[in-house]
């Protein structure tokens, strides 16, 4: 019971950074008569246009508050840490096995407050499948050490 609440808490969370986003990626409907909130929709196109890329779909608030990014791997990835961003993580298509925490091997920093390495030591391995949702709080070593294309996922980032 608890992980069912805990995903429909994630998914809530994802749903209320995608109706508060700022105008101007995608369309926009009037703002709501009673909260006055800008709502933001993506259509399927877009949304699917977005994967092929492997690119943003929402770049972020102007306050930085989260960025919405939808994702391709086919491949492993460098392992990853962010100092300010929790990311998470709603998988669309496809498995991948995740691992998280440990420590990172070779990290350095690629851009202010994140860090890139060669691989994480003593992490805990999950595997991801389609409808599987995970956070990951900031400053947590995290990488995608197998994907099995295509493996589609969202990503929330959130400061």
């Not at 008569?33 to 690119?55: C, L």
């Not at 930085?64 to 939808?70: C, F, V």
């Not at 709603?90 to 920093?109: L, N």
Request: glycine share 8%; with cysteine.
């Amino acid at each position: 019971m608890n992980t069912c609440m805990n995903r429909f808490r994630v998914l809530a969370l994802c749903g209320m950074a995608l109706s508060i986003a700022a105008p101007s990626v995608a369309q926009t409907d009037a703002a709501d008569k009673n909260t006055g909130a800008q709502v933001i929709y993506f259509d399927a196109a877009k949304v699917n246009a977005s994967f092929e890329k492997g690119s943003p779909l929402f770049a972020g608030t102007p306050d930085g508050h989260y960025t919405i990014l939808t994702a391709r791997r086919d491949k492993p990835g460098q392992s990853e840490l962010h100092a300010k961003d929790t990311d998470i993580i709603y998988v669309v298509e496809g498995t991948a096995t995740f691992v998280t925490g440990g420590e990172m091997v070779e990290g350095k920093t690629t851009a202010p407050d994140e860090i890139r390495g060669a691989s994480i030591k003593d992490g805990t391995s999950r595997k991801l499948a389609k409808g599987d949702v995970i956070v990951v709080p900031n400053n947590t070593p995290h990488q995608f050490v197998e994907a099995n294309p295509p493996f589609l996922y969202f990503v929330v980032k959130v400061r």
